[in-house]
């Protein structure tokens, strides 16, 4: 007989997100659904992200420490396999920032139920 593996924990994806950047400035998903407490974030460049109320409340690239000196938004790294995972509400936005100056669709976020 075989060896018996436990299920591993998982979520399924409701609604996928690619996000484009242009090389500066700041890209923002649209507003997550009515169902949609986590999100994974995978990106092919490095650079920070916040779950936000709005696209007002978003740092800027070029100040991404606060006042206080601690980082505004989270910092992720370049293709993760398998990604970072947020914590979120329904109807609020991701907003990914980053100093490098590739563009394209390179962030995907996908709502998670």
Known sequence: MGAQWAKAGSS??????PLTYTGSGTSFSTKFGPETFQVRVISQISGWVAVL?????MFSTSSFLSANGGPAG????ANTASGDYFACNPGQIL??????????TL???SEMS
């Not at 109320?53 to 409340?57: F, I, K, L, Q, V």
């Not at 989270?74 to 790294?77: D, G, K, M």
Request: glycine residues 14%; hydrophobic residues 20%; charged residues 5%.
């Open 74 to 77: 989270t910092y992720i790294a």
């Open 95 to 104: 907003g990914f920032t980053s100093t490098s100056t590739s563009s394209g």
């Open 12 to 17: 399924k994806i409701t609604n996928g997100q």
């Open 53 to 57: 109320d709005s696209t007002g409340t």
């Open 107 to 109: 962030v995907s976020v």
